[in-house]
């Protein structure tokens, strides 16, 4: 039996020193601080919303799910659930108080199924019982009256049947039509990419708590609780300050908690209000599975123009989006997959056309990269497909592509790219990944092993950072300064893992020069800040950190004021460093200053508030400046196949990313190192599955494979580009969310590398057809295609 192995390699993190502020002596931003949850998370005191102890009379639910993909819904037979002792009731459409639709964007979505259902799990009420097992278990003696009608299940099959759930959208700039016409070469293809389960240790889950006088308590694991807020008002027709939405932390997200949380919030309170006592709901991981979205699987048709050196002549490329069987966030998702179609490459002649298909699947949603990986994926596979058939090196081809100077500089959407790095990038990290040298290894590799087939791709990212709906990029902070000189913040963002809570304390910490230990953040609460956006977009730092830091800084002024007036000297003068205030004349302990103040009745509270500069777009053309920066980065992957199984494994890899001016080093590498596993996950091992009946086979941990220990490659060395963010962002940083997740599509181009050079050995030239999750299957596939 063969395997596929490599010389054991330490693991190697390596970031670069990032510039500090000038006053780095004494600075939180720019050091490695310790995530603020961490000492409560591994001793098990980090309170998630089942930990929150139960309101005496909580009861709990359980989803009543569609055993069928389509259908006409004709009745609901819930008789033997309610005759299981400890059942106290059923919750079904008709209990809804206010609109029967949820509150989301394109209004298309029922709370609850009524007249049809549109794919198997769609929830079509709830039975709530004493205990969770009751409940679960008398959900499932529901019996629901359905009448099979033909599911679609494919975008491909939407797309015939013009089944749409938002209208196509094209992007068109110059003539492709006669630049592919004049091409000294054109290639077409097809591309399959599969979507992905979002996986979150904590699964999603809702705690609803009537108060007083119609009011409303929501614990709910979600990044959005100013739509949850507006979801539970609406479905339960009361005033969105009838509703307090709370969230402390979240057992993970990625994008799965950014709109579909809202839909246990809603299910929990409609339960809680006709059975006038508390209601939790918690889904179970297969009820999770078969409920819940996943990222959009994306199909592609693509026709290419190209030179003799593979620089692009002209794209046409159609995208059809599987969107469920609901908008929900398709629309933007979308639109995103098309901003990100060009990723690093000058587009000069270009025609993207999207599909947003209706099937009948779960309603698919966002998840980490928003789209952004579906556009990525497909000009990377398309200039991997040129760089073969002109026998060239890959590299060589995207560098020739790259955005440049003045005349090859604006995107296909008309923004500028003014903040360009990517040549002195990606030049970098070829020299230290040593490409070339093991490219020349790795091809003497392959000629002498008849089985083991290595693979190598270095891949760019150019990612755009805001909300492409302009409105969400503003964000709200409290920072409240106490007696003790402790400072307590609250802001608009989620903690979701990923640090957010930790950078903001580190920035209101360093605005009023107090230590990083003196700071708190709350738990984010819609009665405290209000109309808040989602944590998305990887926006959470850029937003949120800024509005905190405007609100410290308020205070931090108030203070300084209040000293100019002590000691006779200007504002400009005082000092906040190390725990103290330093004016010329005299220095303070932070604590005494704050104190006077208060005695002398200085407001040691303030708001902050923070929109997004110079970004603007207009959504009917998908033209404008939809973004405020670039995030950069690059991976150089080494892989290994077994052309008898098809396993592979991801054997090195080599990032190189740009983080701006870092806030927190160790969270950054943290996400860079996360997102580029959970990208391997997406295109390596994690296999959604429908059969021809709708049924998604593939809902547990038993038949759905995520990265494990096991998978990381030994050699995994990230560096940090040291350049700060050429945009005023809060301490000169960038996002770091969303970014690196693309960075995995070089595993991706590292595969399909490997299998044509084994096609070649084997007589069987021509592209390389590998659909993704590149599958021990699908790798096989790809070997023997003829």
């Known amino acids: 039996m063969t395997s596929i192995a490599n010389a054991p390699t330490p693991a190697t993190h390596s970031p670069s020193a990032a510039p500090v502020a000038p006053d780095a002596a004494n600075a939180s931003c720019g050091r490695s601080q310790h995530h603020e949850s961490a000492a409560a998370q591994v001793a098990g005191a980090a309170t998630y919303i089942d930990d929150i102890a139960e309101v005496r009379g909580t009861l709990h639910a359980s989803p009543i799910l569609s055993p069928v993909a389509h259908g006409r819904l004709r009745g609901v037979d819930c008789s033997a659930a309610l005759a299981v002792p400890g059942v106290r009731d059923v919750v079904l459409a008709a209990d809804v108080p206010g609109d029967p639709l949820l509150a989301a964007f394109s209004h298309d979505e029922p709370v609850f199924a009524f007249d049809t259902v549109q794919h198997i799990g769609q929830v079509i009420g709830l039975v709530v019982a004493d205990s969770v097992q009751t409940a679960r278990r008398a959900a499932r003696l529901v019996r629901p009256d359905i009448e099979a009608l033909p599911p679609v299940l494919s975008p491909r099959a939407a797309h015939a049947a013009q089944s749409y759930v938002l209208p196509p959208v094209t992007v068109r700039r110059g003539e492709p039509e006669r630049a592919l016409s004049q091409a000294l070469h054109t290639l077409s293809g097809s591309l399959e990419v599969g979507g992905q ?109 190209f030179d003799d050196q593979g620089r692009l002549h002209g794209l046409q490329l159609t995208m059809l989006a599987n969107c469920g069987f609901s908008a929900d966030l398709s629309g933007p998702v979308a639109d995103r997959a098309i901003f990100h179609a060009d990723n690093a490459y000058f587009l000069e002649d270009v025609e993207i056309v999207s599909y947003r298909c209706k099937t009948n699947t779960q309603s698919h949603t966002a998840f980490r990269g928003f789209g952004g990986p579906q556009g990525v994926i497909v000009i990377e596979s398309i200039l991997g497909d040129i760089a073969r058939h002109l026998g060239l090196d890959p590299l060589d081809v995207r560098l020739r592509n790259l955005y440049g100077t003045e005349d090859r500089n604006v995107t296909h959407y008309q923004m500028t790219v003014e903040d360009n790095i990517l040549e002195p990038l990606l030049n970098t990290l070829e020299h230290s990944s040593d490409y070339r040298r093991r490219q020349q290894a790795i091809a003497a590799w392959n000629a002498s092993q008849p089985v083991l087939q290595r693979g190598l791709a270095i891949t760019p990212v150019k990612f755009g950072i805001s909300f492409t709906a302009t409105l969400f990029n503003q964000a709200g902070a409290l920072v409240h300064v106490y007696t003790d000189g402790s400072v307590l913040v609250n802001h608009g963002g989620t903690e979701m893992g990923q640090g957010l809570h930790t950078k903001v304390a580190q920035i209101v910490a360093d605005e009023l020069g107090v230590g990083f230990d003196q700071v708190r953040v709350s738990a984010s609460d819609t009665a405290k800040v209000p109309n808040a956006s989602a944590t998305a977009a990887s926006s959470g730092t850029d937003l949120n950190g800024r509005a905190a830091q405007f609100a410290a800084r308020h205070v931090r002024d108030n203070l300084a004021s209040f000293v100019c007036g002590l000691d006779g000297c200007g504002a400009g003068a005082i000092r906040f460093e190390a725990g103290q205030v330093i004016s010329p004349s005299t220095t303070r302990r932070f604590k005494d200053v704050v104190q006077m103040a208060y005695a002398n009745r200085i407001q040691l509270w303030s708001d902050g508030f923070y929109r997004t500069p110079k970004i603007h777009y207009d ?68 296999q959604l599955v429908w059969n021809d009946k709708g049924y998604l086979s593939t809902h547990a941990p038993s038949t759905y494979k995520i990265p494990a220990t096991g998978d990381i490659p030994a050699h995994f060395k990230v560096d940090l580009w040291p350049e700060p963010n050429r945009e005023d962002n809060v301490h000169g940083s960038k996002a770091v969310g969303e970014p690196p997740f693309m960075l995995a599509i070089s595993v991706f181009e590292a595969l399909k590398d490997a299998v044509a050079q084994a096609r070649t050995r084997a007589g069987r030239g021509g592209p390389v057809q590998l659909e993704a999750p590149a599958t021990a299957e699908h790798v096989l596939e790809a070997l023997q295609r003829p």
């Open 619 to 686: 959504k009917t053309t998908l033209t404008g400046r939809p973004f405020y920066y670039f995030s950069y980065g690059a991976a150089c992957t080494e892989v290994a196949i077994d052309t008898l199984t098809g396993e592979s494994r991801v054997l090195k890899v080599d990032i190189l990313h740009d983080v701006g001016r870092s806030i927190n080093p160790a969270i950054d590498i943290g996400q860079i190192e996360g997102g580029f596993v959970q990208g391997m996950g997406w295109l390596t091992t994690e």
């Open 197 to 305: 389960e979002h996986f979150y240790l904590e699964g999603q889950i809702a705690y609803a708590l009537p108060l007083e006088q119609g009011q409303w308590w929501i614990y709910t694991s979600t990044q959005h609780p100013g739509e949850v807020q507006h979801w539970v008002a609406h479905a339960l027709g009361v005033a969105n300050h009838d509703v307090r939405v709370e969230c402390r932390r979240l057992g993970g997200g990625f994008g799965g908690k950014e709109t579909q949380a809202g839909h246990l919030a809603v299910w929990a309170a409609l339960a809680a209000r006709k059975l006038r006592c508390p209601v939790k709901l918690r889904l179970d991981r297969d009820d999770d599975f078969m409920i819940t979205g996943k990222r959009h699987p994306f199909a592609y048709d693509y026709t290419v123009g």
